[in-house]
């Protein structure tokens, strides 16, 4: 299935979300991390909750730069996305996977810059298309 990967400008962090089934109700979908000083992995979803593309294109809208936190989440917990802005147009987007116990718990942080949205979002897109949400 379709792959797509996003990069951090700062480092060899790679933020990559592959879909591997799913429904009318949701896709399912693994998560990953890759290049930081360590590497990690979930199965997610995106019942009830939306596609992380409802995400990626409301930080492309507003390239500019928002107040606050930007957050999609798994209904679960298990994978989550929080972007941030500065009026520079640098963006932090953490991410963080949890095991389902809690036991083990993954953060890495995503340095973007605000021309990189419009693509990113198209390409997010891509994956998770935005009609019906």
């Known amino acids: ?11 060899a962090t790679t933020l990559s979300l592959r879909i591997v089934g799913g429904n ?3 896709s399912n979908f693994v998560a990953s991390v890759t290049g930081a000083p360590f590497i990690g992995e979930v199965n997610t979803t995106t019942y ?6 409802l995400l990626f294109r409301d930080m492309a809208d507003n390239w500019r730069g928002w107040k606050g936190e930007k957050i999609w989440g798994a209904l679960d917990g298990e994978f989550m996305l929080t972007a941030t802005a500065t009026s520079l147009g640098r963006i932090t987007v953490i991410i963080e996977m949890v095991e389902m116990a809690g036991a083990f718990r993954l953060k890495a942080t995503l340095g973007l810059e605000a021309g990189q949205l419009e693509n990113i979002s198209k390409r997010v897109e891509s994956l998770f298309p935005l009609e019906n949400h």
């Open 24 to 26: 009318e109700e949701g």
């Open 48 to 53: 009830f909750v939306g596609p992380p593309s």
């Open 1 to 11: 299935m379709e792959t797509i990967e996003i990069k951090s400008c700062d480092d």
